[in-house]
């Protein structure tokens, strides 16, 4: 199977500045600005599928292994008796490797993570969406230009939004007693919780990277200076990986998706992580001792949305499917059943009493001010974290 880099084309690294430049503008102002009430937006009335062409047929996804939550595909068949076929996966590694395979083909829509366009953009097996037919003016203005910003290319849209999230710090509430004002990146290798903490390699030297940056240890501009060349990643990288290697004893798990979360907390001994929001505030929506929360140096955000493959057979019935998750019902399904946060106006009034008290609980104060969105992952940035992620896990 060829790499990414056996099928960047010339002018990939001209294109991905590009992308970059196009980021610029999409600080962290504009991607929250609307997002926290949207409700004034709601939409009237009960959601009805109108689209007479996707009244039937069938329907392939490619999705993250905990965004999409029962009811919400049992209740869009019910509604427009679409069958959907559904296939897991639990990182957007696995999701490239799949598409690469198949050049897009067996699937009708897949889940990219916005940050990824640049890599995605070079795979080309995306087919440009047709927004005549989407109702993208329910969409919080902030989570759609989290995809146009980064997605459009040649004049045309190639990503939707589908829910956002972050990623910080979660640990058992009945072994570990911590507060937001002494919260951080670095409290994941205090000594207390040595051969206890859990965490996905590559995040976890993000993670160090933005505590020494806060410590003034080894600054990096919040750890975005490592996205400006080769060179500086590498210098960046070295001093966190080190760290993390001396350090590696701190490490009860490496995670690679929402279950193996889960269970580190519940059955395999992990105390505290750097997770996702989704896995540990879902056990915390269930009763359990855990809970999730941004530290002082900001909770990663990111939002996963949706692309057509270039080899989608239902057209009709995918447009349908997007168009039913992008009601304010539905988002809101998605949110209260995933612990993820939705995109779609009017989703707020629709969410859970106990949704909305774990949001508050993850993001108090100024956390939200202080988040920190993932920049474009660049095929070149990607491959060299990888590397360094390698080099910690194998240690």
Same mark, same amino acid.
């Given at each position: 199977m060829p790499k990414l880099k056996d099928v960047m084309p010339k002018d990939a690294t001209s294109s991905a500045m590009k992308t970059l430049e196009a980021a610029r503008a999409f600080n962290r102002r504009t991607f929250f600005k609307g997002a926290l009430g949207a409700g004034a937006a709601l939409a009237s009335g009960p959601f009805l599928v109108r689209d007479a062409l996707a009244s039937s047929g069938e329907l392939s996804l490619l999705i993250w292994s905990d965004e999409?939550?029962?009811?919400?595909?049992?209740?869009?068949? *019910?509604?427009?008796?679409?069958?959907?076929?559904?296939?897991?996966?639990?990182?957007? %590694?696995?999701?490239?490797?799949?598409?690469?395979?198949?050049? !897009?083909?067996?699937?009708?829509?897949? &889940?990219? $993570?916005?940050?990824?366009?640049?890599?995605?953009?070079?795979l080309e097996v995306f087919a440009p969406l047709d927004t005549? *037919?989407?109702? +993208? #003016?329910?969409?919080?203005?902030? &989570?759609?230009?989290?995809?146009?910003?980064?997605?459009? =290319?040649? !004049?045309? @849209?190639? /990503?939707?939004? /589908?829910?956002?999230?972050? %990623?910080?710090?979660?640990?058992?509430?009945? @072994?570990?007693?911590?507060?937001?004002?002494? +919260?951080?990146? !670095?409290?994941? =290798?205090?000594? %207390?919780?040595?051969?206890? &903490?859990?965490?996905?390699? /590559?995040?976890?030297? +993000?993670?160090?990277? +933005?505590?020494?940056?806060?410590?003034?240890?080894?600054? $990096?501009?919040? &750890?975005?200076?490592?996205? *400006? #060349?080769?060179?500086?990643?590498?210098?960046?990288?070295?001093?966190?990986?080190?760290?993390?290697?001396e350090n590696k004893a701190q490490v009860k798990q490496f995670w690679d998706g929402a279950d193996k979360t889960k269970s580190g907390f519940m059955e395999n001994g992990c105390v505290i992580g750097q997770t996702w929001d989704g896995p540990p505030l879902s056990l915390k929506k269930q009763g359990k001792p855990v809970t999730y929360m941004a530290p002082q140096e900001g909770a990663i955000a990111w939002i996963d949305g949706w692309s057509m493959t270039k080899g989608a057979k239902n057209i009709e019935q995918a447009y349908a499917f997007l168009n039913f998750i992008h009601t304010p019902e539905i988002s809101a399904m998605i949110a209260n059943g995933s612990g993820y946060n939705p995109v779609v106006k009017g989703a707020d009034a629709f969410l859970s009493e106990v949704a909305k008290k774990n949001f508050a609980e993850a993001y108090p104060d100024d956390a939200l001010a202080k988040l920190w969105r993932r920049p474009p992952d660049t095929s070149w940035y990607t491959q060299l974290r990888n590397q360094y992620a390698e080099k910690f896990k194998a240690a």
């Open positions: 999409l939550p029962d009811p919400v595909v049992p209740e869009f068949t *019910k509604k427009t008796g679409i069958k959907v076929r559904t296939t897991p996966f639990s990182q957007n %590694e696995e999701q490239i490797n799949k598409l690469q395979a198949t050049d !897009g083909e067996g699937f009708d829509l897949c &889940m990219p $993570s916005f940050s990824r366009a640049p890599e995605f953009r070079e005549s *037919k989407l109702k +993208l #003016d329910t969409l919080i203005p902030s &989570m759609l230009e989290g995809s146009t910003s980064l997605w459009t =290319w040649d !004049g045309k @849209l190639y /990503h939707v939004p /589908h829910c956002w999230g972050s %990623e910080a710090i979660s640990w058992r509430t009945d @072994l570990a007693k911590l507060d937001y004002k002494n +919260l951080s990146y !670095g409290t994941l =290798w205090l000594p %207390e919780f040595k051969g206890k &903490m859990q965490g996905r390699p /590559h995040s976890l030297l +993000l993670g160090i990277g +933005l505590w020494m940056d806060a410590t003034g240890k080894l600054p $990096s501009n919040r &750890m975005r200076d490592s996205y *400006k #060349d080769e060179e500086t990643a590498r210098r960046i990288y070295d001093v966190i990986t080190k760290f993390a290697v």
